[in-house]
């Protein structure tokens, strides 16, 4: 099985859309259509500083992942965090989030990525195993903190 990944454009807003909804419906964030919009126009435009991937086939996607970029002494460079991945609940299990995660980090280390991060909800012991399985590891010294501005 090979997932397919197809780097979102603009035309790709609406059906985009649809599935980060989901997402953030399954995923309890509250977030109107509207900042949704705004967040995700950007990415798809082109701007340095993340990029979506539709995941399958791009009339009908099965999924979608966001990246986003920044920089990192520590790693030596220039680092991603994957912002949010999403699979359609009724093709999970099949592993496409598992070849998305095995796949998409050797074409960024090839890109001069040193580092991808993610974060997982502590409830959520098979998201974890998925992470865990695809090479990620808990940084148990470290607590990623937030301050929405």
């Known amino acids: 099985m090979s997932a397919a990944l ?6 790709d807003l609406d059906r985009l ?12 964030i509250d977030q109107d259509a509207d ?3 705004e967040a ?3 990415l798809l435009e082109g701007i ?7 995941i399958g086939p791009g009339r009908a996607p099965l999924g979608y992942i966001v990246l986003t970029f920044g920089w990192s002494v520590e790693f030596g460079g220039m680092d991603g965090f994957v912002d949010e991945i ?5 093709v999970r299990g099949r592993g496409i989030a598992t070849e998305v995660l095995l796949d998409l980090p050797k074409a960024l280390a090839g890109a001069g990525l040193t580092a991808l991060h993610l974060e997982v ?15 990620f590891k808990p940084r148990d010294r470290y607590v990623l903190m937030s301050k929405p501005l």
């Open 6 to 11: 197809k780097l979102a454009r603009p035309e």
């Open 17 to 28: 859309m649809a599935l980060v909804t989901a997402f953030h419906a399954e995923a309890g």
């Open 35 to 37: 900042q949704r919009r």
């Open 40 to 42: 995700l126009a950007p």
């Open 48 to 54: 340095p500083h993340g990029c979506v991937y539709l």
């Open 86 to 90: 999403y699979i359609r609940p009724a």
């Open 121 to 135: 909800d502590r409830a959520h012991e098979a998201t974890q195993r998925l992470y865990l399985r695809t090479g």
